[in-house]
């Protein structure tokens, strides 16, 4: 971080403390709750399309056996299965 000289010599000493403690990746109070970052889902944007009954119901109960196993949602499996497509015809994303 650079330093100013307007600022304090109390605040330029906890700034570079501070950025020392981030680049050895400790804390100066492990007893202290800690930020944890959740890593969510990336957005998605609903499509509608239609396909035969078949393949909807195939595609439930993958989903569903998915679910069960703790594996992919159905939105993920979707993906994978339009990634599949444009690899086979030569797309890109």
């Known amino acids: 971080m650079s330093q100013s000289p307007n600022k304090p010599a109390w605040m330029q ?3 570079t403390r501070a950025d020392d403690l981030t680049e050895k990746g ?3 109070n ?3 709750p800690q930020l944890v970052k959740i890593i969510r889902a ?3 944007k609903q499509k ?3 396909i035969q009954d078949k393949h909807s119901d195939a595609f439930e109960l993958l ?3 998915q679910k ?3 594996g992919k949602k159905a939105p993920e499996l979707a993906e994978e299965a339009i990634e599949l497509l444009l690899a086979k015809y030569g797309e890109k994303l």
Do not use: I, L, Q
């Open 13 to 15: 000493e906890e700034e």
């Open 42 to 44: 990336p957005s998605r």
């Open 68 to 70: 069960k196993s703790k």
């Open 63 to 65: 989903a569903f056996k």
């Open 26 to 28: 400790t804390v100066s």
């Open 30 to 32: 492990a007893d202290a």
């Open 48 to 50: 509608a399309f239609y």
